[in-house]
């Protein structure tokens, strides 16, 4: 096992139950949570823009984007928040590990380290961690109302899609700015930005989805 992928490993292991935490406890705490994450994303953007058109656009988009996390978590399903976010992660964890192991085809010149098995892992992966999450939300004391059918399939399988353009999207930024990781503040992973691409893709998605269902 590499150094690398130790940090990876560690980092998630200390990050995972700490974002829970403000996440489940919602309120305040979760605003100042969301707060935090912004500022650091927007650092990371101003950082990371070479465009002045794009660097506008990505403003507007990330404030956006942070707006629709506080409304589907503080006026939404708590139930349906969690499993996007859980969707999301077992996307990332799928694509790297699936990667990394199977290797093959590269998908994209955007994401050189992007593979079709990384694809294919990332669609697999989060239908698994989603369907135990699903069947176990009582375990987790969180009353059931969430049912495994066709339609909840489609929206996991969408979510983990849109969590995928969205992280090949920010690649495209990255890449156009010569730089591998939009941050250094979280070892093995990279920057903040850099763990939540997929998610700044997802949660605006879900919201007009929502809304519209």
Known sequence: MSKELIKRILSA?????????????GSNLFIYFILFILFLTLYEWHCLSFNKKYYIYGIVFIFLSFYTVYDLRIHGDYKIFLLIIIVCISTDIGGYFFGKIIKGPKLTKISPNKTYAGMIGSFVLSLLFS????????????????DINYKIIYLILFISLISQIGDLIVSFFKRKSKIEDTG??????????DRIDGMIFVFPCMFLLLKII
Request: cysteine-free.
């Open 13 to 25: 292991l200390i990050l995972l139950p700490v974002s829970f935490f403000f996440i489940i406890t």
């Open 131 to 146: 369907i135990f999450y699903i069947k176990n939300l009582d375990f987790f004391n969180i009353s059931k109302t969430i």
């Open 184 to 193: 250094i503040i979280i070892p093995g992973h990279g920057g903040i930005l």
